[in-house]
């Protein structure tokens, strides 16, 4: 239910807010391992990581959202 209501949101958003939240989660994610972690993201060493970030915590969210 809840993965359904986040898929009417982004629907609902245009394109550049959709690609402006990406950017903004790219920057806090780069900060959270440069304060938090005191480690270098896996995207300096490998490009795709950047992209393969945001699918893994979307696969998490439906697991733990009911979808099979």
Same mark, same amino acid.
């Given at each position: 239910? @809840?993965?359904? &209501?986040? =898929?009417? %949101? *982004?629907?609902?958003?245009?394109? /550049? %807010?959709? %690609? *402006?939240?990406?950017? @903004? #989660?790219?920057? @806090?994610? =780069?900060? #959270?391992?440069? =304060? =938090? /972690? !005191? !480690?270098?993201? +896996?995207?300096? !060493?490998? %490009? $795709?990581?950047?992209?393969? *970030?945001?699918?893994? @915590?979307? +696969? !998490? $969210?439906?697991?733990? &959202?009911? $979808? $099979?």
């Amino acid at each position: 239910l @809840v993965m359904t &209501g986040m =898929y009417f %949101i *982004g629907r609902s958003l245009p394109l /550049e %807010i959709l %690609i *402006g939240m990406q950017v @903004v #989660g790219w920057i @806090v994610q =780069y900060f #959270g391992h440069l =304060y =938090y /972690e !005191k !480690k270098s993201p +896996a995207f300096y !060493k490998n %490009i $795709a990581h950047m992209f393969i *970030g945001p699918l893994w @915590v979307f +696969a !998490k $969210a439906i697991r733990y &959202g009911g $979808a $099979a």
